[in-house]
């Protein structure tokens, strides 16, 4: 059996690129394509590769191009990871309030429409499709850690302990915390409802 | 000692058509269903509109209409993919039958029934209706026959193993089993390859085979779970009948023009043979449904097998709704129903209540339909109850919660626009969902909410014509005439010109334009003499310019291409009532109440005819039943005030209906 590939995971907005970035200099490559550049809204990049989107129809070049690296697979597409392959994941949850702001940020900046939904029926929507990628993970045996968006950037370097401790890497916590930008945390909310959105896995 | 409890098997035969059944009846060749007609009570019953299996379906197990259900179409997105999936039970938004008997204390099985999937918990048992779909190819040598029976198919989980060995896949169907349906196999078995028919002919066998599987199973799963399980109330729903039909009906007997000689020799049979093997299911479920069980069997709709079969195909990628019949099959046997009588005026929407007063439970104030009081013998006194949605007793919920499809599908739209998620095959589920919506708040007289749908349809398909004809309806209805041709105007004449004239003729109508109406009609009919409804439309405008031999060859012509046409029959009725011959007249409208019961003008017109045959109280009863439907209907006021003081003798019920009238046309004023 190959290396089991790193698969980052989450809502959208829930710190799944920073997580890429911190993998990257734990010594875990990234499977990118770079096609979305830096912007605004990820300054540091994306991290992404689009062929996820399509996994659903195309997955032979998961096990070429994967193995041993870290992919990015937002929770809607978990379902599709071919079972020919061995993953750990890293899932990402972040306060809900603050990713529906984020997401609407993104979507202004983008010029573009989102759900046509209220806030409350857009929030439950979430709070199911979180639920939902968490109990696929759960059914499915994979290795898994969940990490929480706001300690990580309050308290960078036990989350990158965490994550080293999960991936095997002998590297510093410190020097691969120093990635953690805490500015960049926006749309902060008071609210607390880290284990609102579902079992944790 | 007690008395058994009466039972109730609802067998749902999807499209079974009275055109199909009576003359096999009558030649003997389907005895058990001869039984239900002789030794119980029979009859039409109505469709609902639009007719979409999935959303007629569940409007028969709930007695509700879509828009309450929320089942409006054949698929849903999924939430996880962004593409769409076949309707599930988690997307109804109120109980069907076997939630509210379960509810009340009593068992419920349903096997095979429309949007059943995943299996709800109930006191009973659920095989839903993914549970036959053959997904693999047979292995005989594995325990699951090579085709793994999906998750949750079944209830209790249990009972999913062991069901699963009563499936029959398609490679089991015997070539002796495909004899009974289609003849000269043996030529067909001897196509090469090569051949240009050797494709088309196989893929119809496999159809066939793959049909006559999922039937057989459905019919194993509930006759096993009839003898194994107690049930106060099974639901068994067989759509064979409707998916044989669309493959096959158009080489039923007399050939179609564009059917070939040698196609019509191999599946002429088909249909008929369809319709003989249930009734041989029938005959073992009534044997192990025994005496104290009602027998219900029902379809959504009909099925044209004639000469109003539409040119073409009825394939499902074709036209298959312009075969559908608006008429489907309704017939009771058991103990407590009468026996030999015909039922008139029955909906979908009746299933249900009759249902509950069958097993003596209460019927819901907030369903659309009413129980059949007129099938039982002694019928039981009416209970009724506000809502069944807040009995809390029973159903225990599902181990996840449910996920609204519709919520995900703009969490899905939501992320696509956010770059994460490609193309998005939901959209299109939307838009249909919404177009049913439109239909159904249009076929149930509110059209104001018909237009707010589609005004939020028009806004991601603009361009849509089929919308825009909704529309212009829409606007008919609401009598916004102004608008109602502005919107014809966006509708490329070219495109169907008859329709853009009925339309104009509509119109015309509704600003009492009769000259006008007439010639648009007449440009119809000149073009398409066959189009359904234009001779009944003619006969109409006739009438109202007193034009009595025209409306009368109108009509006929109406009858002679659809003799179940409620309106032309009820046109025929005011042409003989104004041809002083009331007693053609009463037969005339009491046929058309016995196939559409809810139009009150026709109640109306029945009880004139009733009055000028001298039958008063009957005439009373009939301006009644016509405000029952519509309490603002001057006329029926009208004609009550005279019946009540000229024959009735009864001056205070006279003075009321004065009193209305004059209220509703003002003093001095003539009613529409």
Redesign the interface.
């Known amino acids: 059996m190959s290396e089991p590939i790193t698969i980052v995971s989450g809502l959208?907005?829930t710190g799944t690129s920073l997580m890429m970035q911190i993998l990257e200099r734990a010594g875990v490559a990234p499977v990118t394509d770079a096609l979305?550049a830096p912007d605004a809204d990820n300054p540091r990049g994306y991290f992404e590769d689009a062929r996820v989107?399509?996994l659903?129809r195309e997955a032979a070049w998961l096990s070429e191009a994967a193995p041993g690296r870290a992919l990015k697979v937002?929770a809607?597409?978990l379902?599709?990871l071919p079972e020919s392959a061995s993953y750990r994941v890293i899932y990402m949850r972040r306060n809900l309030d603050e990713v529906m702001a984020s997401?609407q940020a993104?979507?202004a900046r983008?010029g573009?429409?989102?759900?046509?939904?209220p806030p409350d029926?857009?929030r439950?929507?979430?709070e199911?499709?979180d639920?939902?990628a968490q109990?696929?993970v759960a059914a499915k045996g994979w290795d898994s850690l969940v990490v929480h968006h706001d300690k990580l950037l309050g308290d960078p370097e036990t989350e990158v302990a965490r994550v080293l401790g999960f991936i095997r890497s002998a590297a510093d916590p410190a020097g691969v915390a120093a990635c953690v930008d805490s500015t960049l945390h926006r749309q902060r909310s008071s609210r607390d409802d880290h284990d609102a959105s579902g079992p944790s896995i | 000692m007690t008395a058994p409890r009466r039972r109730v098997l609802l067998i749902g035969w999807d499209a079974a058509d009275w055109k199909m059944l009576t003359p096999l009846i009558e030649a003997g060749e389907m005895p058990n269903m001869r039984r239900f007609v002789e030794e119980g009570v029979s009859g039409n019953v109505a469709t609902l509109s639009p007719v979409l299996s999935p959303m007629l379906w569940t409007s028969i197990a709930t007695g509700k209409y879509a828009d309450k259900h929320d089942i409006l179409g054949f698929v849903e997105p999924d939430g996880t993919t962004g593409k769409v999936r076949p309707v599930t039970s988690t997307s109804r938004k109120c109980k069907a039958l076997w939630n509210i008997i379960s509810d009340r204390g009593m068992r419920a099985g349903a096997v095979n029934w429309y949007a059943s999937h995943p299996a709800e918990r109930i006191d009973g048992f659920v095989v839903t209706d993914r549970f036959s779909v053959a997904t693999g190819a047979l292995d005989p040598d594995k325990p699951d026959l090579g085709w793994t029976p999906p998750a949750r198919s079944v209830h209790p989980g249990e009972c999913l193993e062991p069901m699963s060995k009563l499936r029959v896949h398609p490679a089991m169907i015997q070539r002796e089993q495909v004899a009974e349906f289609i003849d000269g196999l043996d030529e067909i078995e001897g196509l090469k390859k090569e051949d240009p028919e050797f494709e088309s002919t196989h893929k119809k066998i496999g159809e066939l085979r793959m049909l006559l599987a999922h039937c057989t199973t459905v019919h194993m799963a509930a006759t096993a779970l009839m003898q194994d399980e107690a049930w106060d109330f099974l639901g068994i729903y067989y759509d064979a009948i409707d998916r044989i039909a669309h493959s096959f009906m158009e080489y039923h007997p007399p050939r179609m023009a564009h059917v070939s000689e040698r196609d019509f020799a191999r599946y002429r049979r088909v249909m008929t043979e369809c319709y003989k093997f249930h009734d041989l299911m029938l005959g073992r479920l009534m044997n192990l449904a025994g005496p104290d069980t009602v027998v219900m069997i029902v379809s959504d709709h009909g099925f044209h097998c004639d000469h109003l079969r539409p040119e073409g195909s009825a394939a499902v990628d074709q036209q298959p709704v312009a075969w559908h019949r608006p008429f489907g099959v309704l017939a009771l046997w058991g103990p407590g129903i009468k026996k030999g009588e015909k039922l008139y005026g029955a909906t979908l929407l009746d299933v249900a209540p009759t249902v509950l007063s069958l097993l003596g439970l209460p019927v819901a104030d907030d369903m659309d339909g009413g129980a059949l009081r007129q099938v039982f013998e002694s019928p039981p006194e009416s209970q009724s109850v506000e809502t069944y949605e807040h009995d809390a007793v029973g159903s225990a919920p599902e181990a996840e919660p449910a996920e609204d499809p519709w919520v995900a599908q703009q969490v899905l739209k939501q992320l696509q626009a956010l770059g994460y998620v490609g193309d998005d095959n939901a959209d299109k589920a939307l838009i249909d969902r919404l177009r049913n919506l439109a239909t159904v708040f249009m076929s149930t007289g509110r059209p104001q909410r018909a237009l707010e749908t589609l005004a939020e349809l028009e806004a991601q398909t603009p361009d849509d014509l089929g919308l825009r004809v909704l529309k212009a309806e829409a606007l008919l209805r609401l009598g916004q005439l102004d608008e109602c041709e502005a919107v014809l105007e966006l509708i490329p004449a070219e495109d169907d010109a008859p329709r853009a004239d009925l339309f104009r003729g509509m119109i015309a109508t509704a600003r009492g334009d009769t000259e006008t109406a007439l010639a648009c009609y007449k440009r119809v009919e000149a073009a398409d003499p066959d189009r359904a409804g234009i001779h009944t439309r003619l006969g109409q405008i006739y009438m109202r310019r007193q034009m009595w031999d025209d409306a009368e060859r109108a009509f006929e012509r109406a009858l002679e291409l659809d003799s179940d046409d409620a309106e032309a029959l009820d046109g025929l009725g005011v042409v003989y009532r104004q041809r002083k011959n009331p007693e053609a007249a009463v037969l005339a409208h009491m046929k058309s109440i016995a196939l559409v019961h809810q139009r009150p003008s026709t109640h109306v017109h029945l009880g004139l005819a009733l009055a000028e045959v001298g039958r008063v109280r009957w005439a009373a009863e009939a301006f009644h039943v016509a405000l029952g439907m519509e309490p603002d209907f001057p006329l029926a006021h009208r004609c009550l005030a005279e019946l009540y003081a000229r024959a009735l003798e009864d001056e205070e019920k006279a003075a009321h209906h004065r009193a209305r009238w004059r209220d509703l046309v003002g003093v001095d004023g003539d009613e529409a």
Request: glycine content about 10%; aromatic content about 0%.
């Open positions: 959208p907005r979305r989107m399509t659903g937002v809607v597409h379902q599709h997401q993104m979507l983008l573009k429409t989102g759900a046509n939904l029926a857009l439950r929507g979430l199911q499709a639920a939902s109990r696929l």
